[in-house]
Nanobody, 119 residues
Framework: QVQLVESGGGLVQAGYSLILSCAAS????????MDWFRQAPGKEREFVAR????????WYADSVKGRFTISRDNHKNTVYLQMNSLKPEDTAVYYC????????????WGQGTQVTVSS
């Protein structure tokens, strides 16, 4: 069993930065690739970024490529999302997820953290 807890959200102006954290419980954190998703009001949840178990491979949605960076620290059981040059359209609840089955389902989700970017 893995529990995920996100933190670091808040209200920022466009162009500024935030870093989100997702702390995982359990001893199996390093066995999971980790993903960040987001969901804006009235929209479906969308993929943001993924990092492999070792951290050597990363994938990004086109909408955040070049602005967001995903990283992880397996000693601290934590995955991060550094968000730079934030835009109002980045406003959403951000979730971390683990245990992908490769077909869009995940075993574990965090509760989410709100990010609001003002123009």
């Amino acid at each position: 069993q893995v529990q995920l807890v996100e933190s670091g959200g808040g209200l920022v102006q466009a162009g500024y930065s935030l870093i989100l954290s997702c702390a995982a419980s359990g001893r199996t954190f390093s066995t999971y690739s980790m993903d960040w998703f987001r969901q804006a009001p009235g929209k479906e949840r969308e993929f943001v970024a993924r990092i492999s178990q070792s951290g050597n491979s990363r994938w990004y949605a086109d909408s955040v490529k070049g602005r967001f960076t995903i990283s992880r620290d397996n000693h601290k059981n934590t995955v991060y999302l550094q968000m730079n040059s934030l835009k109002p359209e980045d406003t959403a609840v951000y979730y971390c997820a683990a245990g992908s089955n490769g077909m869009g389902s995940y075993l574990y989700w965090g509760q989410g953290t709100q990010v609001t970017v003002s123009s």
